[in-house]
Structures are given as C-alpha cells and as structure tokens.
C-alpha cells in the first residue's frame, strides 16, 4: 500500500538487543495495527492503537512495547530480543468501518 | 483456541476453474467478515467482505458467502486465473464499525491456480 511504509525492510539482530520497527502512513487513519505473520499462526495481532498515546495489547503481546506520539507513526519496540520473535512483522490501518490496509511488511531475523 | 479456522492449507485449481476456499469460525458474535489476499514479500490486500446481515457479496469475479447457521464461509472465484495464485486469509470481528473492531485472522489457504 503505498500510504504505509514500515522501515526497515529487513533487519538481523542478536538475541538480547533492543530492536524498533518503524510504521509511517500518509492516510491519516486513526487506527494502527502491528501483526505478525509466522508459518502455521496466521497474522497475530501484539498491539494495536486508536488514537495518539491510546495503544492497547492484542493476543500475542508479551515482548513487545509500542508507541504513538503522532498519528503517522506508530513504533514497535522488542525491548530485548530472543529467538522466538524472528517473525514478519506487518502494520496495518484503517479508519472506522473501512478495511484495514496493510504495509509491505518488515522481516526479522534474531540470531 | 482458534476462532477462525482456514482447515485446508493449500489447494490447486486449473485455470478457467472454480476455486471455494472455505473459513468456519466459532464466535456466534462475529458481525463482520473479511478476505484478504497475500501474494510473496507483500502484505496482505483487502478482497471482498461481507456483513452478517446479508448471505452473499459479489464483485467481479469472487463472491463471498455466508452460512450463519453453519458458522461457515466461502470465498468462489470463478474463473480462476494464474494471477489468482496467493494465500487467502480469512477475517472476522465484531463491532467493525465501532471504535476498535480488532479482526482475528485465519491461518490461511494457498491456492495454486495451474495454467
């Protein structure tokens, strides 16, 4: 979608360390999502935002910190990575009744 | 336990073919219901939808339809085409148009459309 760039695409990361992924949207939307995708799960919702500084957690949160402090941005922070969090990572957005649009995703390795 | 479930995780159509892909979910609550489509290093694309006041929405070539009853729906793509080859999540919420509306999403089907 072009109104949502995630950064970095691709990152590789050593257990242990900080890591943020970086969602931007130009569509003004008032929701943000972020999800990851793995092999067998599907897309899992860890958070999720309906406003700036309004952020809530979703089914597989633990982990994972986010924050909101514009409407274009919403972070996502692995205060300390372990294995386990080698993922995909998408964000998506949406507004109130429409459906969500989602970015080209960001891929983690933790090593 | 899952609330949406995709149970067949691939399946290959020849072209000009119909393609059913078939989502049953469990909450009697669900309101709303989504297809999504992914093609490799991409993110997921909005499909179709559909509301749980109606049984049945179409556009163009896919239709998307609703059993209540069943808990169960399904996703024709008639005729189906290479292009259509991808995996096929399947989405359901509550209170979409409400203030959050968070979707919980299949594990996904891939379609294989051979030419």
């Known amino acids: 979608d072009a109104g949502i760039t995630q950064s970095p695409r691709h990152k590789v990361t050593e257990t242990g360390t900080p890591v943020t992924l970086r969602c931007h949207q130009t569509e003004n939307h008032r929701y943000m999502y972020w999800y990851r995708q793995d092999p067998g799960h599907g897309l899992r919702l860890i958070h999720y935002?309906?406003?700036?500084?309004?952020?809530d957690k979703g089914e597989v949160s633990d982990g994972y910190s986010v924050s909101r402090s514009k409407t274009e941005d919403f972070l996502l922070t692995l205060e300390s990575a372990t294995s386990s969090q080698t993922s995909v990572y998408f964000c998506?957005?949406?507004?109130?009744?429409?459906?969500?649009?989602f970015g080209n995703g960001t891929r983690l390795t933790v090593t | 336990d899952q609330q949406v479930k995709q149970n067949s995780p691939s399946l290959s159509v020849q072209e000009g073919r119909i393609s059913i892909l078939n989502c049953d979910y469990t909450?009697?609550?669900?309101?709303?219901f989504l297809w999504y489509k992914k093609y490799p290093a991409e993110g997921p694309t909005f499909l179709i939808s559909?509301?749980?006041?109606?049984d049945k929405n179409e556009d163009g070539r896919f239709t998307v339809f609703l059993n209540k009853s069943a808990k169960h729906l399904s996703l024709h793509i008639v005729p189906s085409q290479p292009g259509d080859s991808a995996v096929y999540f399947c989405a359901a919420t509550l209170n979409y148009g409400g203030s959050q509306g968070n979707l919980i999403f299949g594990k996904g089907t891939k379609l294989s459309v051979k030419p």
């Open positions: 935002s309906y406003g700036v500084k309004d952020t």
């Open positions: 559909i509301s749980s006041i109606k």
């Open positions: 909450n009697s609550m669900f309101d709303y």
């Open positions: 998506a957005t949406r507004d109130v009744g429409s459906p969500l649009h």
